[in-house]
C-alpha cells in the first residue's frame, strides 16, 4: 500500500508538473530563445510574425507544362519552406542573397505573397479572401539540380526548396492599401533582361481558391503566407546576377546573388 501510494504521489506530482510546463509560457521556462521569424508591414511599425510558408506548384499552364506536367488534368498540390526560410528585401534596397551550398543550378521563381491573419478549416473559397491581411512580392528560390534529382529518386525533394533564405520577400502591404489581387503584370528581370512576364490572371487555381484546397488539408493560422506560383521561364542565377521582380499594385523587389561568406 505505501509503494502504491508512493507510486500514486509521484504520478500526481508529474502530472502537475507537466500541466505547469503546458501552461508556461514565460521566457525564463525554455532553456533558450528562438528568433520568431517575421516581415515589416508597410506603412507600420509593426511587423508580421511569420507560422507557416506554404507554396503552390505549377500554378501557371505554361510554368506547369515546362516543367513536364499536363495542366488540364493535375489537381494542386502544395509544399512547405521553413518560416526561418524568409528574407526580407527592402522596396527600394538592392538587398545581397548568398548562392547557396550544394547547388550548381539555382532558379529565380517570381510569385505573389498572400499573408493570413485568419485561419480556419474547410474554408469556402466564396470566404477564402477574408483570411487575407496582405499580400507581397516574394522569390521561391529553387536548388533545381537538387529538386529533380530527389524527384528522380521517388524521394521527398525538400532539400530542393526548403533551405536559408530560400524565400526573398518584400514588406507586406494590408489589403485596405492595396486590395486583392486578381489580376496584373508579374514579371522579373535578371541582369535587365526581362525573363518572366506574365499577368496574375493566369493562375490556375486563385488566391481564394488556394486557401480552400491548403484549409482542407491543414487549419490555416494567423501567420501563415502563401507562395501562389510562378509564370513560365524559370531559369538559373549565379553570383553576380541581379534580379528584379515587380507585381503591379506592389514595390519591386532588388535582389543581387552573391558568393557565399
Not at 513536364?68 to 526561418?84: A, I, V
Not at 483570411?131 to 537538387?146: E, H, I, S
Not at 502591404?173 to 506574365?198: E, P
Not at 484546397?213 to 502563401?226: K, R, T, V, Y
Amino acid at each position: 500500500m505505501q509503494r502504491r501510494h508512493a507510486l500514486g504521489a509521484a504520478v500526481t506530482g508529474l502530472a502537475g508538473v507537466t500541466a505547469a510546463g503546458c501552461a508556461t509560457t514565460t521566457p525564463d521556462a525554455v532553456p533558450f530563445t528562438v528568433a520568431q521569424p517575421s516581415v515589416p508591414i508597410a506603412g507600420s511599425s509593426e511587423v508580421f510574425p511569420v507560422r507557416r510558408i506554404y507554396c503552390i506548384g505549377r500554378n501557371y499552364a505554361a510554368h506547369a507544362r515546362e516543367m513536364g506536367s499536363d495542366p488540364t488534368r493535375e489537381p494542386p498540390f502544395f509544399f512547405q519552406k521553413p518560416s526561418d526560410a524568409v528574407q526580407f528585401v527592402a522596396p527600394g534596397v538592392l538587398t545581397p542573397h548568398p548562392y547557396p551550398p550544394l547547388t550548381r543550378n539555382y532558379h529565380y521563381e517570381l510569385e505573389l505573397v498572400a499573408a493570413l491573419h485568419k485561419g480556419g478549416r474547410n474554408v469556402p473559397v466564396e470566404k477564402a479572401l477574408e483570411l487575407v491581411y496582405g499580400y507581397a512580392v516574394g522569390l521561391d528560390m529553387t536548388r533545381r539540380d537538387l529538386q529533380r534529382g530527389m524527384g528522380d529518386q521517388k524521394k521527398p525533394w525538400e532539400i530542393g526548396k526548403s533551405f536559408d533564405r530560400s524565400a526573398p520577400i518584400g514588406a507586406i502591404h494590408r489589403v485596405a492599401q492595396v486590395g486583392h489581387f486578381t489580376q496584373g503584370s508579374i514579371t522579373l528581370k535578371v541582369n535587365g533582361v526581362v525573363k518572366q512576364d506574365a499577368n496574375l490572371n493566369q493562375m490556375i487555381w486563385s488566391v481564394a481558391e488556394q486557401i480552400a484546397q491548403l484549409s482542407q488539408a491543414f487549419e490555416l493560422m494567423p501567420g501563415d503566407i502563401i507562395f501562389s506560383g510562378t509564370p513560365e521561364n524559370v531559369g538559373p542565377v549565379v553570383p553576380g546576377d541581379l534580379m528584379e521582380g515587380a507585381i503591379a499594385g506592389l514595390p519591386g523587389m532588388s535582389v543581387k546573388v552573391v558568393a557565399p561568406a
